[in-house]
């Protein structure tokens, strides 16, 4: 079983920066492909980006060049760095855990952030 523990989210302003953290227990954090994800209201989640065990990212084409997803095998925790924030990035984020080789996967308890214009 993994456990995953979101942190960072919060209010900000139009233009500013935040960094959510995802920390990982329970498995081999190494050998999980991550990835973050939001939810708007009313909306179903959606992939925001993703890192697999090689380090290689994807990321949905609203983000690119503004959100930087991360891994730090070391802490067992995954990061995302977002930048340049707006209006409509407003949602709940959350983190998300693969087991490779299975079909497991395991949601963060989410973190909600907020970006005022």
């Known amino acids: 079983q993994v456990q995953l523990v979101e942190s960072g989210g919060g209010s900000v302003q139009a233009g500013e920066s935040l960094r959510l953290a995802c920390a990982a227990s329970?498995?081999?954090?190494?050998?999980?492909?991550m990835g973050w994800w939001r939810q708007f209201p009313g909306k179903e989640r959606e992939v925001i980006t993703t890192?697999?065990?090689?380090?290689?990212?994807t990321y949905r084409d609203s983000v690119k060049g503004r959100f930087t997803i991360s891994k730090d095998n070391a802490k067992n925790t995954l990061y995302l760095q977002m930048n340049s924030l707006k209006p409509d990035d407003t949602a709940t984020y959350y983190c998300?855990?693969?087991?490779?080789?299975?079909?497991?996967?395991?949601w963060g308890q989410g973190t909600q952030v907020t970006v005022s214009s």
């Open positions: 998300l855990a693969k087991v490779l080789g299975t079909s497991l996967q395991y």
């Open positions: 329970g498995y081999t954090f190494s050998a999980l492909h």
């Open positions: 890192i697999d065990n090689y380090g290689r990212t």
